[in-house]
């Protein structure tokens, strides 16, 4: 049997989620999560955001920077609670929980974003 | 694996518990902790930009209602909270990014500020033309 670890392969999404999450969060999340809301920028409108959104390629960028955040998040969230809560003996439920629920999110944000 | 014969207490499997907060008496440790904690703000936006792509997809009234949530105290507060740890995120994380990263060119090593550099220039290049997007669509 393979008993190579699989912990490069998580470790790659981390890191790719962490460069892309780097770069993007900050400047998208101020915009639609505060300056459009606040009024401090003109929001846009419903049919430009349409328009934007109906590009393939903005929705598959779309999907690569919430589906490499959502990796990006559990390998580290997993890693936090290992520390954080000290329960190391729950390794594996709890690899299945932050991974499995990232996997989940990517099918759901795919699904989501293909039937725009 | 075998221990040895029968005794009550296994000095070698001895692992003190720590208290819970362990990590808030020095600041080195909490901002360590929050440092890992940036990655509920990652995730947060996520779910928040696909919900978003959603409402747009299904309407404008459905878009009306969502952009109502986003003006509402709560998320704005979620929000205002979230920023701050997104920016912890793309500080620490390309701070730390010379360290996981060594280049050479030839026998030369580039030096870890440049490689600091040119990731501030691309979180700016990245930003400003996202910035540019979202306004002039």
């Not at chain 2, 105290?73 to 920016?87: D, G, K, N, R, Y």
């Not at chain 2, 620490?92 to 440049?114: D, E, Q, Y």
């Not at chain 2, 700016?124 to 979202?134: G, I, N, P, R």
Request: proline residues 5%.
């Amino acid at each position: 049997m393979d008993k190579r670890s699989n912990e490069p392969f998580w470790w790659a999404l981390f890191g790719a989620g962490g460069v892309v999450a780097a770069l993007t969060v900050p400047v998208l999340l101020l915009l639609t999560g505060i300056a459009f809301p606040l009024g401090w920028l003109p929001a846009p409108t419903h049919d430009s955001l349409y328009a934007l959104f109906s590009h393939l390629l903005v929705r598959l960028a779309i999907l690569v920077i919430v589906s490499l955040s959502a990796f990006h998040w559990a390998h580290r969230f997993r890693f936090t609670l290992y520390d954080g809560l000290q329960i190391k003996h729950l390794n594996a439920p709890v690899a299945f929980i932050c991974y499995g629920s990232a996997i989940a999110f990517t099918v759901f944000a795919a699904v989501s974003l293909y039937t725009f | 694996m075998s221990y040895g014969r029968y005794k009550k207490y296994h000095p070698l499997l001895y692992r003190p518990r720590h208290p819970i907060l362990w990590w808030i008496k020095k600041w080195a440790y909490t901002r360590f902790i929050l440092r890992e904690m940036t990655s509920l703000a990652v995730m947060f936006y996520a779910i928040v930009l696909v919900l978003y792509v959603n409402a747009v997809a299904k309407g404008p009234e459905a878009f009306a209602a969502f952009s109502e949530w986003l003006a509402s105290p709560l998320s704005i507060t979620l929000h205002s909270v979230a920023f701050c740890f997104a920016v912890f995120h793309s500080y620490t994380w390309f701070n730390l990014a010379p360290k996981a990263m060594v280049i050479r060119v030839g026998k030369k090593k580039i030096p870890g500020s440049a490689i600091m550099a040119a990731n501030y220039a691309m979180w700016a290049a990245v930003s400003v033309a996202l910035y540019w997007v979202f306004t002039t669509i």
